[in-house]
């Protein structure tokens, strides 16, 4: 049995979403670092081993899901609009029924976003270069919907006791935004180092932008080894899924 998670928010009936696990695949790797479900072509997977599970992962899907090429930018994309087989971007947008957006993480936060209405949804990923360039921002404004009327659900991504970083990435948040000093604590012993709470930052910049009603988060994929892959952690590792659709 895997132990994939179903959001928990109160999004239309027709708003379907879905955040794998490792559980669930047939990868292994040197030491099992891609066990079981590992869905990233991008890794040293073997190739066969990562078309198998995303194969897997199409049964519980009502299409091929569409892939991006993550680049740890500000760039949502219409993926209903693309003509391109594998876009760039990171964060996917659609209208459409049947659609699957799909980000692939492995410690950066996943934001599923969708409209009250249940005609747009989104999802986001959110690595800390992409939350300090505004690809939050970005998605809430193309989603074309008052944002008064979106909500969000914060997937599981790396803990705040676990995140550490430097001043560059503190700095950046900083200089944009006062109050992103409280997602800042100092890590004591390692010189000018900060341990950062990636969900409280995403909730400040959905907040920015009007978005108010914001479920999930705090759930850490650096601590849980068992389910979770983390590059953090572990350098060589798989990668998971954070999957929305409208039905």
Avoid at 106 to 135: E, M, N, Y
Avoid at 158 to 186: C, L, M, R, W
């Amino acid at each position: 049995m895997h132990d994939w998670i179903t959001p928990s928010w109160p999004a239309p009936a027709n708003v379907k979403a879905l955040f794998t696990t490792r559980s669930g695949g047939v990868s292994s790797g040197a030491n099992g670092v891609y066990a079981s479900l590992n869905l990233g072509a991008h890794v040293n997977d073997d190739p066969a081993h990562v078309i198998r599970n995303r194969a897997l992962l199409r049964h519980h899907l009502p299409n091929e899901p569409k892939w991006l090429k993550q680049v740890h930018g500000n760039l949502p994309i219409w993926i209903d609009e693309t003509e391109a087989e594998t876009p760039q971007g990171d964060a996917v947008l659609s209208r459409t029924q049947g659609t699957v957006c799909a980000v692939m993480v492995a410690d950066c936060l996943p934001v599923f976003l969708c409209d009250k209405a249940g005609v747009t949804v989104g999802i986001v990923h959110a690595g800390w270069r992409g939350l300090a360039g505004g690809i939050i921002e970005q998605s809430a404004a193309a989603m074309q919907s008052d944002c008064g009327q979106l909500m969000a659900w914060l997937g599981p991504a790396i803990g705040p006791d676990s995140f550490e970083v430097g001043s560059d990435v503190y700095d950046a948040f900083v200089q944009h935004d006062a109050q992103a000093a409280q997602a800042f604590k100092s890590s004591n012993g390692r010189g000018k180092k900060w341990l950062a709470d990636i969900f409280l930052l995403a909730r400040q910049r959905l907040n920015s932008c009007g978005v108010t009603e914001i479920y999930g988060g705090g759930v850490c994929t650096y601590s849980d080894p068992a389910r979770f892959f983390s590059y953090r952690r572990d350098g060589e590792t798989g990668r998971m899924a954070a999957l929305i659709w409208l039905e």
